[in-house]
T-cell receptor, first 113, second 111 residues
Framework: DTEVTQTPKHLVMGMTNKKSLKCEQH?????MYWYKQKAKKPPELMFV???????INESVPSRFSPECPNSSLLNLHLHALQPEDSALYLC????????????FGPGTRLLVL | QKEVEQNSGPLSVPEGAIASLNCTYS??????FFWYRQYSGKSPELIMS????GDKEDGRFTAQLNKASQYVSLLIRDSQPSDSATYLC???????????FGTGTRLQVFP
């Protein structure tokens, strides 16, 4: 089983709203990732958690706040977003390490008005 | 120079033909190479991974790796219209969990 689930599938929010994206995997993977993908562009890494600790933050603005409550769950808290933050947000997981495959969830399509 | 480079396409091939997708990378220390397929509006799906020089075959797909030339390719035999998608080449940066993606090649298979 290589399933990563994400909720919600779609999200529309205003610039003053606070919302959260959720990601879950039950593969025993120790690394989890958040990516942002704009149309016709490749996924762009935002954050990496390894053993529930933040290991990579790609200089993401503080209006995006990641959280890893346990080894199976990953959240992305959103606050005061801008319209240019509208994108597909992808979660992925892997066993960790440079040789391991990352498996992607279906993504959350976010629209900021 | 970009770390991972792909021709953006579109690459158009007739049904039944072989589609050849190419990717070059700049970091000689890279050890892991992945091909993902992404349909419009969907998330990336792993097609192949390859770690050693040479060919790796899985059904209609063959990945080829040449570390001396810093080149990795994906061949799709007997291409089908359902293969029409964007193919993303990805390379793991050595000793990190970081995956570097190319810009993707859009493949169109016409009947």
């Amino acid at each position: 089983d290589t399933e990563v689930t994400q909720t919600p599938k779609h999200l529309v929010m205003g610039m003053t709203n606070k919302k959260s994206l959720k990601c879950e995997q039950h593969m025993g993977h120790r690394a989890m990732y958040w990516y942002k993908q704009k149309a016709k562009k490749p996924p762009e890494l935002m954050f990496v958690y390894s053993y529930e600790k933040l290991s990579i933050n790609e200089s993401v603005p503080s209006r995006f706040s990641p959280e890893c409550p346990n080894s199976s769950l990953l959240n992305l808290h959103l606050h005061a977003l801008q319209p240019e933050d509208s994108a597909l947000y992808l979660c992925a997981s892997s066993r960790g390490g440079s040789q391991e495959t990352q498996y992607f969830g279906p993504g959350t399509r976010l629209l900021v008005l | 120079q970009k770390e991972v480079e792909q021709n953006s396409g579109p690459l158009s091939v007739p049904e039944g033909a072989i589609a050849s997708l190419n990717c070059t990378y700049s970091d000689r220390g890279s050890q892991s190479f992945f091909w993902y397929r992404q349909y419009s509006g969907k998330s990336p799906e792993l097609i192949m991974s390859i770690y050693s020089n040479g060919d790796k075959e899985d059904g209609r797909f063959t990945a080829q790796l040449n570390k001396a030339s810093q080149y990795v390719s994906l061949l799709i035999r007997d291409s089908q219209p359902s293969d029409s998608a964007t193919y993303l080449c990805a390379v793991n940066r050595l000793n990190t969990d970081k995956l570097i993606f190319g810009t993707g090649t859009r493949l169109q298979v016409f009947p």
